[in-house]
C-alpha cells in the first residue's frame, strides 16, 4: 500500500551513517538530502561495502576498483562528507551473513550515529524491476547491525577492539523504496546532487551514450518532482523509515 502523503524526516539528531554496496549507490537519489542535512552542519559519513570494482564491463576491476574510489570520494566532498570508508567485499558477490553484519555493526560503533541511511534491501524496486543481490544483501545486514551494534554479547570481538557498544541508532532510512513513508526537500540540494552524481563520470559514459549533465539532471529532477507530488509539490528525496 502506498503512502498518499510523505512526511517531514525526523530533525532532532547530529550525525548519520550511509551504509551502501557499491560508489554511486547514494548519488542515484539521496544526494540532494545529505547536502541540506551537511549545510545545516549535521555530520554525515559514508560507509561502501565495495569500491564498485565490477560495475564497468570495459575495465578490469583492477583498474576499475581504485578510479571508482576516487569517484566516490569526490563526490562525497561535493555534498559536504569527507569521511568515506570502504570494508573490501567483492563486487556482485557480497554475502548477506555474521561477516557483513560484523562489519556494518563495527562501522555503526565507530561512527556512533542517531540516523542510519541505506539503499532499499527488497527483491524488487516495486514491481518486477528486479533488484540486485549486492543491494539486498548490505540493505538487509545494514537494518540488522543497527541492533547488533548495541549488544555486546554479539560480536564480543569489537569490545575488545577498542569498539563500544553504541545503542543510539533511532532510526534506519531506507532510500529507493517502493513504499516510502518520509521525504526531504531536495530544493536547496539538487545542484550539488547533479555535481555529485556527475562525479563518477567514468562508469555514467560507460552506461549511457546520452550527454552526462543530461541524463544526471533528467534523472534526478524526474524523480524528485515525482516524489514532491506527495510532499506539498517540493521536489524531494523519499525514504521508508524504520524507527528503532
Known amino acids: 500500500m502506498t503512502t498518499t502523503q510523505l512526511q517531514p524526516m525526523p530533525g532532532d539528531w547530529r550525525r548519520a551513517l550511509a551504509v551502501v554496496a557499491h ?53 562525497a566532498a561535493v555534498v559536504g562528507v569527507s569521511a568515506v ?19 556494518i555493526a563495527a562501522a555503526i560503533r565507530r561512527h556512533r550515529p542517531e540516523l542510519v541511511i541505506t539503499l532499499n534491501h527488497r527483491d524488487t524496486w516495486g514491481g518486477v524491476a528486479w533488484n540486485t543481490p549486492d543491494h539486498v544483501a548490505v540493505g538487509r545486514a545494514t537494518l540488522d547491525a543497527a541492533g547488533d551494534a548495541g ?4 560480536f564480543p570481538e569489537l569490545t575488545e577492539q577498542g569498539l563500544q557498544p ?36 567514468t562508469y555514467i559514459e560507460a552506461l549511457t551514450d546520452e550527454d552526462p ?31 528503532r
Open 23 to 75: 560508489p554511486d549507490d547514494l548519488e542515484y537519489g539521496c544526494s540532494a538530502a545529505i547536502a541540506a542535512w551537511t549545510d545545516e552542519g549535521r555530520e554525515v559519513a559514508y560507509v561502501l561495502a565495495t569500491r564498485g570494482e565490477a560495475g564497468i564491463d570495459t575495465l578490469e576491476p583492477g583498474r576499475c576498483g581504485p578510479l571508482r574510489e576516487r569517484e566516490q570520494r569526490a563526490s
Open 85 to 103: 570508508e570502504f570494508l573490501d567485499h567483492r563486487d556482485g558477490v557480497i554475502e548477506y551473513g555474521t561477516a557483513l553484519r560484523r562489519d
Open 151 to 154: 549488544n555486546r554479547w554479539i
Open 166 to 201: 553504541w545503542d543510539g541508532v533511532r532510526w534506519v532510512a531506507v532510500a529507493g523504496s517502493s513504499t516510502p513513508t518520509h521525504a526531504v526537500d531536495a530544493t536547496s540540494g539538487m545542484e550539488r546532487a547533479v555535481r555529485s552524481l556527475l562525479e563518477h563520470r
Open 213 to 243: 549533465e543530461t541524463y544526471v539532471r533528467g534523472f534526478l529532477t524526474g524523480h524528485a518532482e515525482a516524489t514532491g507530488e506527495r510532499f506539498g509539490g517540493k521536489p524531494a528525496v523519499a525514504f521508508e523509515l524504520f524507527p
